[in-house]
């Protein structure tokens, strides 16, 4: 009798692990922002700049998207509504028009690399950093 209790707890618990092993501690991760595509409204509460469309696309762990002047590209980590976005790298065209671009370029990408939170709030995307709004974006449909 005593056997049997020992294999069956050991059972138990190798099945524990198992699972564990599969879907993470908690049960599965969901990662909210794969296979959406976004396009930013503003950066730190300013709009982006008149004819310029800077995007944003999430797609299995990895991060690409048009960022003003130049195409980058990138990975992602989403746990709960943390985010950490690094490896970012991008072609390396200069923009002269509009004024600022180059500017309003350089910021979406540190912004981008600096965030560590995010929001899925009224049908925006919103990317955090220390809790304040960096990145605001809409759906790219």
């Not at 707890?9 to 991760?29: D, K, N």
Request: aromatic share 6%.
């Amino acid at each position: 009798m005593r056997c049997r209790r020992v294999l069956s707890v050991t059972a138990l618990g190798f099945a524990v692990l198992v699972l564990s092993g599969c879907h993470g501690i908690g049960g599965p991760v969901s990662d909210s922002l794969d296979g959406t595509s976004w396009l930013v409204v503003s950066l730190e509460d300013k709009a982006s700049l008149s004819g310029i469309e800077m995007t944003a696309v999430f797609d299995t762990g990895k991060l690409h998207g048009f960022s003003g002047c130049n195409q980058f590209g990138g990975s992602y980590t989403v746990i709960g509504d943390r985010i950490r976005i690094s490896e970012l790298q991008s072609t390396l065209m200069a923009c002269l028009s509009p004024e600022g671009a180059m500017d309003q370029e350089q910021k979406y990408m540190t912004l981008l690399s600096a965030s560590d939170s995010y929001q899925l709030m009224d049908g925006h995307l919103r990317l955090l950093h220390s809790g304040q709004v960096v990145l605001d974006f809409i759906p790219d449909n």
